[in-house]
Structure formats: structure tokens, C-alpha cells
């Protein structure tokens, strides 16, 4: 059962049910052990917050910074701050001392919580240039606070002046005048052009979204999730509260590196996740494979052409699989395909949402095909995340992103642009009514940008109408189409493609440089570093024939007919991609403008 109770309570009325039920897995900061705390001790530390920020003199819908990664603290500040009716800003743990400068003086916030070393030394750093910035909250207790620095204090002590519940019954009260109109937080998206802009998010969107959310995504108070993006992502924001409407246990990993440890030490049923995520699960179970004995290969074909027939073929589209079909396929499932799954600590898998960017359909086929269920979604920060997805124990169409959750009003322009309408669309944008009012038509729907088209009920995307590509010959080209496609390519870890305002399709590609490195060794190439290696001929030809295997479906004027490979990853420090990691291909095209005016000089000669 939901408690979809308004977000000033939800933690204390989820609590009231289960009382002192494990409620969240954590590890302190730096930690590597696990801990726990049950459903009343969540409530608890969250009004420990809502009475200190009381004492810190924090007004109805004033602005809070959080600058953390994913912690129990993040949580409790969240909850807290929507207990006293204040209004939560998050900043991505790897944003920039500019990009946090800009959000803090343009919400005029007061007081930011910070996690680790990193984001407490940027926020000291741009402290004299934020006129209103009064306090820095550090929540990791290794953190090295400058000596004199009267503006910082701890997690720990900030809590002390809640202790005792010295203002609950006006917490209480606060509560009770709280309405859906309250504004809950405001995202800035970091954009892959222009600057952010501060994504209003009201507590009625998130009730509208919670419920409408549980229908399709039928997660349960025996589920396990993991936290796997970071709660500044709206996405797994929305993801976790709709966990904590119904009791699930959330596991908060807090070092995103670890993410594959905490897999397979706390075995989640449920997580979110991006495209890339599975990507990379792909590349590594066949990885595996192509290493194994010969018998163990032709097993693992055979089983993924099973699991293929069953559960792509049949139960993707609401059909009951042969007899024979299913016995061989709960066979091998639970021999081959439970190996798999147990190496990467999903020995219980439920559902895995997975949404930010487009899923490869022959990724989105591997993974289904192996037995874990991948809901492919469809969403925006300025829809409160959710507008479609493949809703469980439904039919679904491998390549869409399903079906529009209830309540959700879609319409496709003439010019092919996803509109949306309904009450889980934000209202605006803050400071920018400009803005605002160029986002949405006459009748009130949000333009997404995103070029689509609905068919048999569910919404199809292909491209986003500003990354169209216009070739000087005049031909349009999808960029994100063609490199979700290579991208399923073992050897290709990021990929940009090149075609605006040049006669052909050409490709900037980091390498998966160990696998490159292993291929080099393999076939005597020598080497002596990664920029030797990216730039040799035999390397170009091994690449140039899968790439060539990959594109022939599509067009001629759509394949890359010349690709550079670049000894260094994008980087969030050059600029180049945004804090979720999404390419910005205004900035590539200025730092690589020589790698890529010689992939078409060379084309002349």
C-alpha cells in the first residue's frame, strides 16, 4: 500500500506503519562498513533537521543549497527542510565553483550543506562573491575546515540545535498549512548549451507523480534499491521518494565508484539507472564469454537465443511462450543466465528503470533476453521525470520509450516536437518568465525539444530537435541515433558525432582503452602510450570494420565515413560534458576544432 501523504510528513507518516523496520543501508563517509537505520529513527533525524533549521531562523519557502553526493544526511536535510516548508536546491557534487556561484546568488540562498572535502573547499572558495551566503553545513566529519573559519560548521552540531525538539509544535503547525502549491525544490539543469536555469518543482507535482508513477512502476516494501545516480538527478529523486512512499529499503551508495561493490554486497531487487549503466553490463558479460571455453560459448549463444524467443519475442508482446519454449528457458535461466546475474549481485532482480538518454535496442534485447527486467523510460527535470515507460507485467516494444503515464497529455506538433500537459509539468522557470513563456504553446503545453511519434500507445523518440544535424548537403542527421548505435561496439567508451554544416558524417571516439591496449598486445602491435596507440593504422582498420558492420542500416549520408580516436576521455573539467554526463557538442567542437577540420581536409586529398 502507498502512503502518498504531502512531502512535509511523508517520512513520519511512512514511519508510523513501519515503525522500526530497517528503513536505509548506509556507509558513513569513508566507511566500508554497512549500517542501518529503522523507519522511526529516519523520522526522527528529520525532525532533529526541521527544528535546527527552525533555530538557524530558515522562513517558509526560503532556498537551501545541498552540494553532496548521495548520503543519509542529503536525505535527512531534504525531509527536513520540506518539513519547515522550505524549499531544497541540489547542486551536482561535481559542479563547478561558476555553476555554483551562479545558483547561489540567483536563488539568494543563505545556507548550503555540503558533503566531502571537495564541495566544501569550492563553496569556501566562492563565499566572498555570494552576497547572501551566510553558513556551509559540512556533513562529512573528515572534512578539514580552514582554521578560523567561522561560516562553516558541522553536520553534527547543526543537529545539536534541534536536539530536544525544541520547536516541534511549530514544525507541526508549519505542516499543517503546507499545500501542493508549495514549491518542493528547484533544479538547475546544467544544459548542453546556454546557461542553467532553476526548474520549479511544486509538492503537488511530486504527489501527482508518486501516484501515477506506482501504477506503471509497482515497486514494494520488499524491495531493496539501491541509490546508483545521484539524488540531484531528478530522476532518481523522484525514483527514491516514490520507494519511500511504499517502505521500500534504500540502499545509499555514497562513492559512485563503488556502485558495483554495493551491487553485489547488498544484492538490490530495484534500481535506477542510465542507459550507459547496461551498456557497460553488456560489454562485460561478453567480455567474459568471448574468453571462455568454446562449449561454454555456444551454451551461452544458445541460452541467449532462448531467453531471446521467451521473453522478447513472446512476453514482450503479452504472449504465453510455448511449453517446450518455457521449460528450456526456466532451465537455462536458472544455470546460465542465474551465473550472470549473481556476478553482478542481482540475484533477486524485480525491475530496473532506466531512462537520461537513448537505449540501444540491441543492449535493451541482451538485457531482457538474460532475465532482468529493464523498464526503458522517458522523461524531462521539467516533468518531474516520468512521462512514459514500459509498464511491468505489460506489453512492450523494443526501440520505444512505452507507454504515457495516467494523467499525462501528449501531442506531437507538425514539426514532430513532443508536447506535454498535465500535473506533474512544472509551472516554470525561476527568475525567468522569459523564458517560461517561450516553453510553452498558447494552449499550455511544455515544448520538450524532443522530435517523436506515438504509435499503437506508446511514444517513440528520435532525436532532439536542436542536436539536428544539417548537412552542407542539405540531409538531416540524428546524432544521438547513430551513436547509441556504435556505442554497443565493445572498443567505443564515448563517442561524438561531427556532421553540422560539413558534407559528411565524422566521429570523435575515446576508446575503451584496456580492451584496446589487450587487442594491441594480442596482434604484436607496439605502443608506447594511448596517443601511440589511438593513432595507429592497424588499430584505425579493426575499428573502421565494426564501425562499417554496425552502420549498415543506416543511410549512406548517415554513416561516418571518418572517425579520430582521442587519447583522453571528455571531461566535466574542460567543460565538455554536462554534470549528467551528456556531451556538449558546442564545447567539443571548439576544443577538438583541429582533430576535426583534419578529418576533413584529409577528405579532400
Given at each position: 500500500m502507498q502512503v502518498n501523504s504531502h512531502l512535509s510528513t511523508l517520512v513520519h507518516d511512512v514511519a508510523a506503519r513501519f515503525g522500526n523496520r530497517e528503513a536505509l543501508i548506509y556507509k558513513e563517509f569513508g566507511s566500508q562498513q554497512w549500517k542501518s537505520y529503522s523507519w522511526n529513527e529516519f523520522s526522527q533525524q528529520v525532525k532533529l533537521v526541521s527544528n535546527a533549521l527552525l533555530n538557524m531562523g530558515v522562513g517558509v519557502q526560503e532556498n537551501i543549497g545541498v552540494f553532496s553526493q548521495n548520503s543519509v544526511q542529503y536525505l535527512f536535510t531534504d525531509f527536513g527542510a520540506w518539513g519547515i516548508r522550505a524549499v531544497t536546491i541540489p547542486f551536482y557534487a561535481t559542479s563547478s565553483e561558476q555553476q555554483i556561484q551562479f545558483m547561489i546568488n540567483d536563488a539568494h540562498i543563505r545556507f548550503i550543506f555540503v558533503g566531502e572535502q571537495a564541495q566544501y573547499d569550492k563553496a569556501r572558495r566562492v563565499f566572498p562573491t555570494c552576497q547572501t551566503l551566510e553558513k556551509i553545513i559540512v556533513f562529512d566529519p573528515a572534512v578539514s575546515i580552514a582554521e578560523g573559519d567561522s561560516t562553516a560548521m558541522r553536520f553534527d552540531d547543526f543537529l545539536r540545535l534541534g536536539k530536544g525538539l525544541p520547536r516541534q509544535s511549530e514544525v507541526d503547525a508549519l505542516a499543517k498549512q503546507a499545500t501542493m502549491d508549495d514549491t518542493a525544490n528547484i533544479l538547475y539543469t546544467s544544459g548542453t548549451t546556454g546557461d542553467s536555469k532553476g526548474v520549479i518543482l511544486t509538492c503537488g507535482q511530486y504527489h501527482a507523480a508518486m501516484e501515477a508513477n506506482h501504477k506503471c512502476v509497482p515497486v514494494t516494501e520488499k524491495d531493496r534499491v539501491l541509490n546508483f545516480l545521484p539524488f540531484t538527478h531528478i530522476f532518481e529523486k523522484g525514483w527514491k521518494i516514490l520507494c519511500i512512499t511504499v517502505g521500500a529499503r534504500l540502499i545509499v551508495n555514497t562513492n559512485p565508484m563503488e556502485v558495483q561493490q554495493s551491487m553485489r554486497e547488498q544484492h538490490?531487487?530495484?534500481?535506477?539507472?542510465?542507459?550507459?549503466?547496461?551498456?557497460?553490463?553488456?560489454?562485460?558479460?561478453?567480455?567474459?564469454?568471448?574468453?571462455?571455453?568454446?562449449?561454454?560459448?555456444?551454451?551461452?549463444?544458445?541460452?541467449?537465443?532462448?531467453?531471446?524467443?521467451?521473453?522478447?519475442?513472446?512476453?514482450?508482446?503479452?504472449?504465453?511462450?510455448?511449453?517446450?519454449?518455457?521449460?528450456?528457458?526456466?532451465?537455462?535461466?536458472?544455470?546460465?543466465?542465474?551465473?550472470?546475474?549473481?556476478?553482478?549481485?542481482?540475484?533477486?532482480?524485480?525491475?530496473?528503470?532506466?531512462?537520461?538518454?537513448?537505449?540501444?535496442?540491441?543492449?535493451?534485447?541482451?538485457?531482457?533476453?538474460?532475465?532482468?527486467?529493464?523498464?526503458?523510460?522517458?522523461?524531462?527535470?521539467?516533468?518531474?521525470?516520468?512521462?512514459?515507460?514500459?509498464?511491468?507485467?505489460?506489453?512492450?516494444?523494443?526501440?520505444?520509450?512505452?507507454?504515457?503515464?495516467?494523467?499525462?497529455?501528449?501531442?506531437?506538433?507538425?514539426?514532430?516536437?513532443?508536447?506535454?500537459?498535465?500535473?506533474?509539468?512544472?509551472?516554470?522557470?525561476?527568475?525567468?518568465?522569459?523564458?517560461?513563456?517561450?516553453?510553452?504553446?498558447?494552449?499550455?503545453?511544455?515544448?520538450?525539444?524532443?522530435?517523436?511519434?506515438?504509435?499503437?500507445?506508446?511514444?517513440?523518440?528520435?532525436?532532439?530537435?536542436?542536436?539536428?544535424?544539417?548537412?552542407?548537403?542539405?540531409?538531416?542527421?540524428?546524432?544521438?541515433?547513430?551513436?547509441?548505435?556504435?556505442?554497443?561496439?565493445?572498443?567505443?567508451?564515448?563517442?561524438?558525432?561531427?556532421?553540422?554544416?560539413?558534407?559528411?558524417?565524422?566521429?570523435?571516439?575515446?576508446?575503451?582503452?584496456?580492451?584496446?591496449?589487450?587487442?594491441?598486445?594480442?596482434?604484436?602491435?607496439?605502443?608506447?602510450?594511448?596517443?601511440?596507440?589511438?593513432?595507429?593504422?592497424?588499430?584505425?582498420?579493426?575499428?573502421?570494420?565494426?564501425?562499417?558492420?554496425?552502420?549498415?542500416?543506416?543511410?549512406?549520408?548517415?554513416?561516418?565515413?571518418?572517425?579520430?580516436?582521442?587519447?583522453?576521455?571528455?571531461?566535466?573539467?574542460?567543460?565538455?560534458?554536462?554534470?549528467?554526463?551528456?556531451?556538449?557538442?558546442?564545447?567539443?567542437?571548439?576544443?577538438?576544432?583541429?582533430?576535426?577540420?583534419?578529418?576533413?581536409?584529409?577528405?579532400?586529398?
Amino acid at each position: 500500500m502507498q502512503v502518498n501523504s504531502h512531502l512535509s510528513t511523508l517520512v513520519h507518516d511512512v514511519a508510523a506503519r513501519f515503525g522500526n523496520r530497517e528503513a536505509l543501508i548506509y556507509k558513513e563517509f569513508g566507511s566500508q562498513q554497512w549500517k542501518s537505520y529503522s523507519w522511526n529513527e529516519f523520522s526522527q533525524q528529520v525532525k532533529l533537521v526541521s527544528n535546527a533549521l527552525l533555530n538557524m531562523g530558515v522562513g517558509v519557502q526560503e532556498n537551501i543549497g545541498v552540494f553532496s553526493q548521495n548520503s543519509v544526511q542529503y536525505l535527512f536535510t531534504d525531509f527536513g527542510a520540506w518539513g519547515i516548508r522550505a524549499v531544497t536546491i541540489p547542486f551536482y557534487a561535481t559542479s563547478s565553483e561558476q555553476q555554483i556561484q551562479f545558483m547561489i546568488n540567483d536563488a539568494h540562498i543563505r545556507f548550503i550543506f555540503v558533503g566531502e572535502q571537495a564541495q566544501y573547499d569550492k563553496a569556501r572558495r566562492v563565499f566572498p562573491t555570494c552576497q547572501t551566503l551566510e553558513k556551509i553545513i559540512v556533513f562529512d566529519p573528515a572534512v578539514s575546515i580552514a582554521e578560523g573559519d567561522s561560516t562553516a560548521m558541522r553536520f553534527d552540531d547543526f543537529l545539536r540545535l534541534g536536539k530536544g525538539l525544541p520547536r516541534q509544535s511549530e514544525v507541526d503547525a508549519l505542516a499543517k498549512q503546507a499545500t501542493m502549491d508549495d514549491t518542493a525544490n528547484i533544479l538547475y539543469t546544467s544544459g548542453t548549451t546556454g546557461d542553467s536555469k532553476g526548474v520549479i518543482l511544486t509538492c503537488g507535482q511530486y504527489h501527482a507523480a508518486m501516484e501515477a508513477n506506482h501504477k506503471c512502476v509497482p515497486v514494494t516494501e520488499k524491495d531493496r534499491v539501491l541509490n546508483f545516480l545521484p539524488f540531484t538527478h531528478i530522476f532518481e529523486k523522484g525514483w527514491k521518494i516514490l520507494c519511500i512512499t511504499v517502505g521500500a529499503r534504500l540502499i545509499v551508495n555514497t562513492n559512485p565508484m563503488e556502485v558495483q561493490q554495493s551491487m553485489r554486497e547488498q544484492h538490490p531487487t530495484c534500481m535506477s539507472a542510465v542507459p550507459r549503466f547496461w551498456e557497460k553490463v553488456y560489454h562485460g558479460v561478453l567480455e567474459k564469454i568471448e574468453a571462455s571455453s568454446a562449449v561454454k560459448r555456444r551454451l551461452f549463444e544458445h541460452a541467449l537465443k532462448v531467453g531471446r524467443r521467451h521473453n522478447i519475442e513472446f512476453l514482450s508482446h503479452a504472449k504465453r511462450p510455448p511449453l517446450a519454449l518455457h521449460l528450456e528457458y526456466e532451465a537455462l535461466n536458472k544455470t546460465v543466465f542465474s551465473l550472470v546475474r549473481h556476478e553482478l549481485g542481482l540475484e533477486n532482480a524485480h525491475f530496473f528503470p532506466t531512462a537520461g538518454a537513448a537505449v540501444s535496442p540491441h543492449v535493451e534485447e541482451f538485457i531482457h533476453s538474460i532475465g532482468i527486467n529493464m523498464i526503458v523510460g522517458y522523461g524531462l527535470t521539467e516533468s518531474l521525470a516520468t512521462v512514459s515507460c514500459d509498464h511491468l507485467g505489460e506489453s512492450y516494444t523494443v526501440g520505444s520509450v512505452g507507454q504515457p503515464i495516467s494523467g499525462i497529455s501528449i501531442r506531437i506538433s507538425d514539426e514532430g516536437e513532443v508536447l506535454l500537459k498535465g500535473p506533474t509539468i512544472t509551472k516554470g522557470y525561476y527568475n525567468r518568465d522569459d523564458l517560461t513563456r517561450k516553453s510553452f504553446t498558447d494552449d499550455g503545453y511544455f515544448r520538450t525539444g524532443d522530435a517523436g511519434y506515438m504509435k499503437d500507445g506508446e511514444l517513440f523518440l528520435t532525436e532532439r530537435i536542436k542536436d539536428l544535424f544539417k548537412t552542407s548537403n542539405g540531409k538531416y542527421i540524428a546524432p544521438q541515433m547513430i551513436e547509441s548505435k556504435l556505442l554497443v561496439d565493445k572498443y567505443i567508451d564515448q563517442i561524438a558525432i561531427i556532421a553540422d554544416e560539413r558534407k559528411f558524417v565524422s566521429a570523435l571516439i575515446i576508446p575503451e582503452y584496456r580492451l584496446l591496449e589487450e587487442y594491441a598486445r594480442e596482434h604484436n602491435i607496439n605502443f608506447t602510450d594511448r596517443r601511440d596507440l589511438c593513432q595507429n593504422q592497424q588499430i584505425h582498420q579493426m575499428l573502421a570494420e565494426r564501425i562499417d558492420t554496425l552502420q549498415q542500416q543506416l543511410a549512406q549520408y548517415e554513416q561516418v565515413k571518418r572517425f579520430t580516436l582521442l587519447p583522453q576521455p571528455f571531461s566535466l573539467e574542460r567543460g565538455e560534458l554536462t554534470n549528467t554526463l551528456k556531451i556538449k557538442r558546442r564545447v567539443l567542437n571548439e576544443n577538438y576544432k583541429r582533430e576535426i577540420d583534419k578529418m576533413y581536409e584529409e577528405a579532400k586529398s
